[in-house]
């Protein structure tokens, strides 16, 4: 089964930071960007590739930062992460595509998404969000815990991906990349949250969230559904806020169905996996 591994992509320099990605699964499939969340890298989707790699050309990249890329000198925000990933379009001759973005890749995939703020806008076929906040207020009930995040904090809670990205960064120095992530994650506009650009957004969509999401609350979901046009809304049980990891089964029950209805005028998926996934929808129709 194809994954993405770390070891079989390619650097791409754009100002003074190398990013590394990697293209898997069908090379003649439609082509399906991968955008993966905070502290996170692009192997954090191998948990659903096995159920996308037959129909998706399916490219990845690690954020300014994470996993293989280097940071750089610039401070992050959502409009460098949406110009790294269209540089990286652009290099790859990529005109027509579709997202699922977790979290900071999906708030980067409203922003490509919507025509207020990208000239891509157009491009972009299908979108799934997964867990993804317009924007972050001090308001917000997720606020306190962002804010007060630290290097030392996130180790001890999740020791296992910090030590994988000490392996793999070419530049590690984890604590100044926590610091800079909650930087983006609570400076407000300064990073560059798409906002109400989210009203911008034309192409089909859908809002996926766990059911026992503790960053990302059912009111914000509803709230993006109300300001997408036309937008759907999915729930994922006994999962929390990385639902595609937490059940990637009900996950992509959900998902490729949505997928597969959408892009149907773009591409003619294979007749196996296109009834697979047909007989899927008509069995479990998205929420």
């Not at 699964?25 to 955008?35: K, S, V, W």
């Not at 296992?160 to 992530?181: C, G, I, K, W």
């Amino acid at each position: 089964m194809a994954l993405f591994t770390h070891n079989s992509g390619n650097y791409l320099i754009r100002e003074d930071a190398n990013i590394y990605y990697e293209v898997t699964g069908n090379p003649a499939g439609f082509p399906l960007i991968l955008l993966h969340g905070g502290m996170g890298n692009l192997t954090d989707f191998n948990a659903i590739l096995g159920s996308l790699v037959n129909d998706y050309k399916l490219i990845g990249l690690d954020f300014r930062g994470y996993g293989k890329s280097s940071l750089g000198t610039k401070a992050l925000s959502y409009q460098i992460y949406q110009e790294d990933v269209e540089f990286l379009l652009d290099h790859l001759n990529i005109a027509h595509f579709a997202i699922m973005g977790f979290s900071d890749g999906g708030i980067t995939a409203y922003r490509i998404a919507s025509h207020k703020t990208s000239e891509k806008a157009s491009q972009v076929k299908a979108l799934v969000a997964i867990a993804a906040h317009q924007q972050i207020h001090k308001s917000d009930f997720c606020f306190p815990f962002l804010a007060n995040m630290t290097g030392p904090k996130w180790r001890a809670k999740f020791p296992v991906s910090t030590a994988y990205y000490d392996r793999v960064n070419p530049e590690p120095d984890f604590d100044h990349l926590v610091e800079q992530a909650v930087k983006l994650w609570t400076s407000g506009k300064g990073s560059q949250y798409p906002d109400k650009a989210v009203k911008q957004i034309k192409a089909p969509c859908l809002l996926v969230r766990g059911e026992e999401d503790h960053l990302f609350s059912e009111i914000e979901m509803s709230r993006l559904n109300s300001l997408i046009k036309g937008s759907q809304m999915a729930s994922i049980a006994t999962a929390g806020h990385e639902a595609y990891q937490d059940n990637p089964y009900v996950f992509t029950q959900k998902v490729k169905p949505f997928l597969l209805e959408v892009l149907s005028s773009e591409v003619r998926l294979a007749p196996a996996i296109s009834n697979e996934v047909k007989q899927q929808s008509e069995k479990e129709p998205v929420c």
